[in-house]
C-alpha cells in the first residue's frame, strides 16, 4: 500500500526525543525556546511562539489581532474546519469567499468584496503548501485598516517573490502566521503548532496565553534559588508544547531544505508524468511569484469522472488518495448561515479533485504504480509509456 503521505522521521529524532526523556525534564523548557529561536530564523521571524497544534495558533492569533464576539472574519470555506472552528471560538462569524481555480487559495476580489464595518480580519490560507496571492490580498487590507493573519499550517518551506526577492511563507508578511506540525505536514513533532510573528507585544501575550495566563515559566520557577510565586494577571490556556516534541522539531527542521527539495522534485516527476500519460487532467500550477512546498499534490479529474469509483480503484490497486479539500459551508456545523458569496469554485474543487501521494521517501517505481492505478480507474490501459524516470529510494536520515 502506498500512502498518501508518510513522515520522513529516524533514528536523530528518536535519539533527541530520548534524550530529553532521561534529563527528567518534559514539559516545556529549554528545548522549546531552542526550537522557537531556529524556527524564527529559518522563515525570518523576529519571533516564534510554540503551542500544542496549529488550530490553537490560529485560535491565539485570531485572539490577538483583536477578533471578538459579533465579528466577521474573511477566509475561504475550502479549507480545513479549524478556520471556522477558532472564528466561532472567539465569538466571531466566518465569511467565506470563493476561490481561485488554480492556486486553491482566496480570490483577492472577493476578498475585497466582503469586507465591510464588522471585519475584523482575514484570514488567508496557503492551500495545500501554495502560497496565496499576498501580493494583492496586503493591499486590500492595509486599505481597510484590516489585519492579516496567515494559516501556513501546510506552508512550511514554500516560497513567495515579493518585488524581485524570493522570500520565505512566515516572515510573516500579513500580521501573523501559524504553522501545524501534524505527521501530514512537512515537518512533524507529532503534533504541534507555531506562531510567528514581528510583534514583540503579540509574542509576549501568546506566551502568557498558552501557559494559563502565567506570568513567570516553569523553568524561572524551578531553576532559582530564591522563592518565587507567580501570578496570573490575565486569563489563558494550556496550549503548550512539550522539550520531547521540540527535541523533535529541532531535528526535523534539519531535514527541512532536503525534504523540500525532495517535494519539489516528486512534483515535477509527476507533472512530467500525467502531462505524458493522463493529458485530460488538470494539473496544478505554480504562479510565477509562488514556489510550493507541494504539502498535497492535487489533480483535477475529467469531466464525467466519477471521484469516489476513480478512489476506490486506485484503492484497491494499494494506492491511497484524498478527496479534494472539504468545503466548510456544506458542513452541517456550518450549513445554519447561508454563503454570501457563490462559492462555485470551492465546490467544483472539491468535487472534481483527489490528492495523490506524495512524500519523500516515494519512488519512483512508487509514482509508476500511482500513475498506472490512475489510468486504469480512469478506463484507460495502464503501462502503454516509457518507465518513470528512477532516483533512489530515500532512507530517513540518522
Given at each position: 500500500?502506498?500512502?498518501?503521505?508518510?513522515?520522513?522521521?529516524?533514528?536523530?529524532?528518536?535519539?533527541?526525543?530520548?534524550?530529553?526523556?532521561?534529563?527528567?525534564?518534559?514539559?516545556?523548557?529549554?528545548?522549546?525556546?531552542?526550537?522557537?529561536?531556529?524556527?524564527?530564523?529559518?522563515?525570518?521571524?523576529?519571533?516564534?511562539?510554540?503551542?500544542?497544534?496549529?488550530?490553537?495558533?490560529?485560535?491565539?492569533?485570531?485572539?490577538?489581532?483583536?477578533?471578538?464576539?459579533?465579528?466577521?472574519?474573511?477566509?475561504?470555506?475550502?479549507?480545513?474546519?479549524?478556520?471556522?472552528?477558532?472564528?466561532?471560538?472567539?465569538?466571531?462569524?466566518?465569511?467565506?469567499?470563493?476561490?481561485?481555480?488554480?492556486?486553491?487559495?482566496?480570490?483577492?476580489?472577493?476578498?475585497?468584496?466582503?469586507?465591510?464595518?464588522?471585519?475584523?480580519?482575514?484570514?488567508?490560507?496557503?492551500?495545500?503548501?501554495?502560497?496565496?496571492?499576498?501580493?494583492?490580498?496586503?493591499?486590500?487590507?492595509?486599505?481597510?485598516?484590516?489585519?492579516?493573519?496567515?494559516?501556513?499550517?501546510?506552508?512550511?518551506?514554500?516560497?513567495?517573490?515579493?518585488?524581485?526577492?524570493?522570500?520565505?511563507?512566515?516572515?510573516?508578511?500579513?500580521?501573523?502566521?501559524?504553522?501545524?506540525l501534524h505527521p501530514r505536514k512537512v515537518i512533524t513533532v507529532g503534533d504541534g503548532g507555531m506562531l510567528t510573528t514581528q510583534s514583540a507585544d503579540w509574542d509576549k501575550r501568546f506566551r502568557l496565553?498558552?501557559?494559563?495566563?502565567?506570568?513567570?515559566?516553569?523553568?524561572?520557577?524551578h531553576h532559582s534559588d530564591r522563592v518565587i510565586f507567580e501570578n496570573y494577571p490575565i486569563q489563558g490556556y494550556n496550549y503548550r508544547l512539550t522539550d520531547v516534541q521540540a527535541a523533535i522539531g529541532?531535528?526535523?527542521?534539519?531535514?527541512?531544505?532536503?525534504?523540500?527539495?525532495?517535494?519539489?522534485?516528486?512534483?515535477?516527476?509527476?507533472?512530467?508524468?500525467?502531462?505524458?500519460?493522463?493529458?485530460?487532467?488538470?494539473?496544478?500550477?505554480?504562479?510565477?511569484?509562488?514556489?510550493?512546498?507541494?504539502?498535497?499534490?492535487?489533480?483535477?479529474?475529467?469531466?464525467?469522472?466519477?471521484?469516489?469509483?476513480?478512489?476506490?480503484?486506485?484503492?484497491?490497486?494499494?494506492?491511497?488518495?484524498?478527496?479534494?479539500?472539504?468545503?466548510?459551508?456544506?458542513?452541517?456545523?456550518?450549513?445554519?448561515?447561508?454563503?454570501?458569496?457563490?462559492?462555485?469554485?470551492?465546490?467544483?474543487?472539491?468535487?472534481?479533485?483527489?490528492?495523490?501521494?506524495?512524500?519523500?521517501?516515494?519512488?519512483?517505481?512508487?509514482?509508476?504504480?500511482?500513475?498506472?492505478?490512475?489510468?486504469?480507474?480512469?478506463?484507460?490501459p495502464a503501462g502503454q509509456m516509457p518507465p518513470a524516470p528512477r532516483y533512489n529510494s530515500v532512507r530517513a536520515l540518522s
Amino acid at each position: 500500500m502506498i500512502p498518501i503521505a508518510k513522515p520522513l522521521v529516524g533514528r536523530a529524532e528518536a535519539d533527541a526525543a530520548a534524550e530529553v526523556v532521561m534529563s527528567g525534564w518534559l514539559s516545556q523548557g529549554a528545548r522549546v525556546a531552542e526550537f522557537e529561536t531556529a524556527f524564527a530564523r529559518i522563515v525570518g521571524a523576529d519571533h516564534a511562539c510554540a503551542v500544542s497544534n496549529c488550530t490553537v495558533a490560529l485560535h491565539l492569533a485570531l485572539l490577538a489581532v483583536g477578533v471578538g464576539p459579533g465579528d466577521e472574519v474573511v477566509t475561504v470555506s475550502h479549507t480545513f474546519i479549524a478556520c471556522a472552528n477558532v472564528i466561532w471560538q472567539c465569538g466571531a462569524v466566518p465569511v467565506f469567499v470563493d476561490i481561485d481555480p488554480l492556486t486553491f487559495n482566496a480570490d483577492p476580489d472577493q476578498v475585497e468584496r466582503a469586507i465591510n464595518p464588522k471585519t475584523k480580519a482575514i484570514l488567508c490560507v496557503h492551500q495545500m503548501g501554495m502560497p496565496c496571492d499576498l501580493r494583492r490580498i496586503l493591499p486590500i487590507a492595509r486599505a481597510h485598516g484590516i489585519p492579516v493573519v496567515e494559516d501556513a499550517a501546510c506552508a512550511v518551506g514554500s516560497e513567495i517573490r515579493i518585488g524581485d526577492a524570493w522570500q520565505p511563507i512566515g516572515r510573516p508578511h500579513g500580521d501573523i502566521a501559524c504553522f501545524s506540525l501534524h505527521p501530514r505536514k512537512v515537518i512533524t513533532v507529532g503534533d504541534g503548532g507555531m506562531l510567528t510573528t514581528q510583534s514583540a507585544d503579540w509574542d509576549k501575550r501568546f506566551r502568557l496565553w498558552r501557559q494559563h495566563g502565567m506570568n513567570v515559566v516553569d523553568t524561572v520557577r524551578h531553576h532559582s534559588d530564591r522563592v518565587i510565586f507567580e501570578n496570573y494577571p490575565i486569563q489563558g490556556y494550556n496550549y503548550r508544547l512539550t522539550d520531547v516534541q521540540a527535541a523533535i522539531g529541532l531535528q526535523q527542521l534539519a531535514r527541512l531544505p532536503y525534504i523540500v527539495q525532495r517535494r519539489r522534485q516528486l512534483g515535477q516527476a509527476y507533472q512530467k508524468l500525467l502531462t505524458a500519460e493522463v493529458p485530460e487532467l488538470g494539473l496544478p500550477e505554480e504562479p510565477a511569484w509562488a514556489r510550493s512546498n507541494w504539502q498535497s499534490y492535487c489533480v483535477r479529474l475529467p469531466d464525467g469522472a466519477d471521484q469516489r469509483a476513480v478512489m476506490q480503484h486506485m484503492l484497491d490497486r494499494g494506492v491511497a488518495t484524498r478527496r479534494g479539500i472539504m468545503c466548510i459551508h456544506r458542513e452541517v456545523a456550518y450549513s445554519g448561515d447561508p454563503a454570501r458569496f457563490p462559492l462555485v469554485e470551492s465546490e467544483r474543487a472539491q468535487d472534481e479533485c483527489i490528492l495523490l501521494p506524495l512524500f519523500p521517501e516515494m519512488t519512483s517505481e512508487m509514482q509508476r504504480q500511482v500513475v498506472d492505478a490512475f489510468r486504469e480507474a480512469l478506463g484507460e490501459p495502464a503501462g502503454q509509456m516509457p518507465p518513470a524516470p528512477r532516483y533512489n529510494s530515500v532512507r530517513a536520515l540518522s
